[in-house]
């Protein structure tokens, strides 16, 4: 499989989704929308919501190169605004850029809480879930509101996002 990294209006990336599935139905392409579910605290309610983990981005599956006509598809479905590194030098993702795409991809589109313990230096220890296989790129831990924050970089761009855990008591 080659994914390719697609750069849409910031906030419409589901209704870009829907416009290029409705008017390529059966197309070969799969395209991924990557969701973070985070625990927001307002007015003294705690509400489960969806934020994107790479605002504006869009991942494009599929099988070998892009074809002539699929490229022009996606091109001129409203809300495209470019192909990462560039719409004249279309390649498909690699080294570290494939890694972290696959990583969220394979824990599905939605990255749900990571269930984690602390051990005797107070370092945290990922059982399972998004942050499993990040630890290193953990930067800070906010215990209290459960949230871990990571430094991630997509075409040598590094930027920080969130991720929610739950605290588990130790194997």
């Keep these: 499989m080659e994914y390719y990294a697609i750069q849409v209006k910031t906030g419409s990336e589901e209704k ?6 409705s008017k390529h ?9 990557l969701q973070r579910r985070m ?9 489960q919501e969806l934020a994107p983990i790479f605002p504006g981005y869009l991942f494009a599956e599929l099988e070998g190169p892009i074809p002539n006509t699929l490229y022009w598809a996606l091109r001129k479905t409203d809300g495209f605004f470019r192909f990462l590194k560039s719409n004249q030098d279309v390649h498909p993702l690699s080294g570290h850029d494939l890694e972290i795409v696959t990583h969220f991809i394979k824990s599905g589109s939605i990255a749900e ?4 313990y602390f051990d005797e230096q107070d370092r945290i220890v990922v059982q399972e879930g998004p942050l499993k296989g990040l630890e290193g790129s953990i930067i800070k831990v906010d215990k209290r509101k459960g949230r871990a924050k ?10 920080t996002i969130d991720l929610a855990f ?3 008591s130790r194997v």
């Design 113 to 116: 809480k990571s269930k984690v």
């Design 25 to 33: 139905p059966g197309s070969p392409i799969t395209l991924h929308f």
């Design 166 to 168: 739950e605290v588990i």
């Design 16 to 21: 870009y989704i829907h416009l290029f599935t």
């Design 150 to 159: 990571i430094r991630l970089d997509l075409d040598n761009a590094p930027f």
């Design 39 to 47: 625990a927001i605290r307002r007015n003294g309610k705690v509400l």
